[in-house]
Nanobody, 123 residues
Framework: QVQLVESGGGLVQTGGSLRLSCAAS????????MGWFRQAPGKEREFVAA????????GYADSAKGRFTISRDNAKNTVYLQMNSLKPEDTAVYYC????????????????WGQGTQVTVSS
């Protein structure tokens, strides 16, 4: 069992930056792929980024490439999402998720989810 708690969301102006964190419980954190997803009002949840168990492989949605960076610190059981050059269309609830035997963008393949943190980008 893995419990995930996101933090770092908030209100930021267009062009600003935020760093999201996701703290995980459990001793097996380092064996999981970790992903970030987001859901805007009235829209489906969408993939943002993923990182494999040791951090040497990452993947990004086209909307995140060049602006967002996912990283992890297995010693701290934490995964991060650095978001730069934020746009109003990045406004959403951001969720982190953990997958035991999968790396990719498909949300049903992730086993554990956090409660989410709100990111609002004002224009």
């Amino acid at each position: 069992q893995v419990q995930l708690v996101e933090s770092g969301g908030g209100l930021v102006q267009t062009g600003g930056s935020l760093r999201l964190s996701c703290a995980a419980s459990g001793r097996t954190f380092s064996s999981y792929t970790m992903g970030w997803f987001r859901q805007a009002p009235g829209k489906e949840r969408e993939f943002v980024a993923a990182i494999n168990w040791n951090g040497d492989t990452t993947g990004y949605a086209d909307s995140a490439k060049g602006r967002f960076t996912i990283s992890r610190d297995n010693a701290k059981n934490t995964v991060y999402l650095q978001m730069n050059s934020l746009k109003p269309e990045d406004t959403a609830v951001y969720y982190c998720a953990a997958a035991r035997r999968y790396f990719g963008h498909e949300s049903p393949r992730y086993d554990y989810w956090g409660q989410g943190t709100q990111v609002t980008v004002s224009s």
